[in-house]
Nanobody, 123 residues
């Protein structure tokens, strides 16, 4: 049974960094497309970063140059390094797994979701 569990969320000041991690069980991060999404209070869920089977990635414009998504095959995790954090990055962050074979930041393309980890950035 596929299960995704996120960790690494915290409260930080603007300009700080965090690294989120998503451990997958019953699912190989190596051979599948995955993504990070976030939902801020009062807003729709937003695709943040998608990564394919290899190293190809796609980011939403607001995080380009600040966030980097990667996979750790040994740990079977999907990671998100977040630098230069801004208050607008405050949200619940979710890891998602797809059965599609293209990079997507659309939540309907993802079939499995973790429970989320909270990131709060103060000014």
């Amino acid at each position: 049974q596929l299960q995704l569990v996120e960790s690494g969320g915290d409260s930080v000041q603007a300009g700080g960094s965090l690294r989120l991690s998503c451990v997958a069980s019953g699912y190989s991060v190596r051979t599948n497309y995955m993504a990070w999404f976030r939902r801020a209070p009062g807003k729709e869920r937003e695709g943040v970063a998608a990564i394919d089977k290899g190293v190809a990635t796609r980011y939403t414009d607001s995080v380009k140059g600040r966030f980097t998504s990667s996979k750790d095959y040994a740990k079977n995790t999907l990671d998100l390094q977040m630098n230069s954090l801004k208050p607008d990055d405050t949200a619940m962050y979710y890891c998602a797994a797809s059965t599609r074979r293209y990079l997507s930041l659309t939540d309907s393309d993802y079939s499995h979701w973790g429970q989320g980890t909270q990131v709060t950035v103060s000014s």
